[in-house]
């Protein structure tokens, strides 16, 4: 189970808070050391923060104090959240350098976002340098296939896949790409270019092959691969741009989080708790378990306000990232696309004469033969 935000937080600073009376600044030791050999002990009915009775701090360093509160509280909150905001950082890039999420697996990454234990991340391959390149990869594999295969004929015809490439590299970067018209008109494209490669005695005016091309669902000419494509594409390109959007948005909220706006009241219980034992010469007293908690819980409140939607983002993302790594699986969809389209070709190929004749004979007065 999910630990809320505010709860996450004060286990993490009062861990730290403890140490505190271990690691003080030694600054403050010597202030501290130094009230207690030149001042006399005396009433505190000086002090603003610190319990009224016999103490050895005067109002100047109890200000001085209570600024060091402040201090080391905004630290440590910065501090606590440090790994949290750069894993955001680092995650939204390389979803764009790393080859796979196992470096950086789930638990790990959800362990900062909730300071808690949880199910791993799926090991996908789906990290935005490394998705860039895939689609590179993916390019240049087709572009030698063809070139190898086609020679000539492929590279007149090229611009045809190098624009399928940069629509879907577009839209993955945030372009407004509507993913199924862009691969509707890419086997319209295609089927056009074909088609008159294939009937290369004929001279096609362009109402002739734009008509083709509206014939596309019906004729079928490349099988049953476009239709199978497009599912594979479209539901793998949505929930990977989706995820790396989510990290986005995860790296905005926790860079927010982490600048606390420390209110008076809570600079006081912080001073109170800290330091204010050294003032009555103390210094090895340290603060139960419950009082640290409470005094957290009133300087972390608004964060605890995060908690619920927190938990509903922590829950979608890994909602995203576990569909990535089974039939959403965006390596799985891109490594063979250059396969899958030759194949396609090659059913046009082999179809090629019953393709044509199913062509409305209403169109034949527009073919003109040479």
Request: hydrophobic share 40%.
């Amino acid at each position: 189970p999910f630990i809320d935000m505010e709860l996450a937080y004060v286990h993490i600073l009062c861990n730290f808070t403890m140490l505190r009376f271990n690691h003080i600044s030694q600054s403050m030791k010597i202030v501290i050391q130094r009230s207690q050999t030149h001042l006399r002990i005396k009433e505190s009915e000086h002090l603003r923060v610190c319990p009224q009775g016999y103490t050895c701090c005067t109002s100047e360093m109890e200000d001085k104090l209570h600024q060091q509160s402040k201090l080391e509280f905004e630290n440590l909150v910065k501090n606590s959240s440090h790994n949290m905001r750069t894993t955001f950082v680092s995650r939204h890039k390389k979803f764009d350098g790393i080859r796979t999420l196992d470096t950086v697996n789930i638990s790990t990454l959800t362990q900062l976002f909730v300071f808690s234990t949880l199910p791993p991340f799926p090991k996908s391959s789906i990290h935005l340098e490394f998705f860039l390149e895939l689609l590179d990869n993916s390019e240049k594999s087709l572009n030698s296939m063809f070139t190898r295969t086609y020679g000539k004929l492929y590279m007149q015809n090229s611009e045809v896949f190098q624009d399928l490439f940069t629509e879907l590299k577009r839209y993955y970067t945030g372009g407004n790409v509507n993913l199924e018209e862009m691969l509707n008109d890419f086997w319209s494209r295609l089927l056009e270019r074909m088609f008159q490669l294939l009937n290369s005695q004929y001279h096609f005016t362009d109402d002739y092959l734009e008509c083709v091309s509206k014939y596309t669902d019906q004729l079928k000419p490349f099988g049953d691969v476009p239709r199978k494509l497009k599912a594979q594409v479209t539901r793998a390109f949505i929930a990977a741009r989706t995820f790396v959007q989510g990290l986005m948005v995860g790296r905005e909220v926790a860079n927010r989080v982490a600048k606390v706006n420390v209110l008076p009241a809570c600079v006081r219980a912080l001073t109170k708790m800290l330091y204010c034992p050294y003032c009555r010469g103390m210094p090895g007293l340290k603060p139960c378990h419950n009082y640290c908690h409470n005094v957290m819980r009133g300087c972390l409140a608004n964060q605890a306000d995060l908690d619920a939607e927190w938990n509903l983002f922590i829950d979608a993302m890994l909602l995203v990232a576990d569909r990535l790594d089974g039939p959403f699986n965006i390596e799985a969809v891109i490594e063979p696309v250059d396969i899958k389209i030759s194949d396609a070709i090659m059913t046009m190929q082999d179809n090629s004469m019953q393709v044509s004749a199913k062509v409305p004979s209403s169109q034949s007065a527009m073919v003109v033969m040479l």
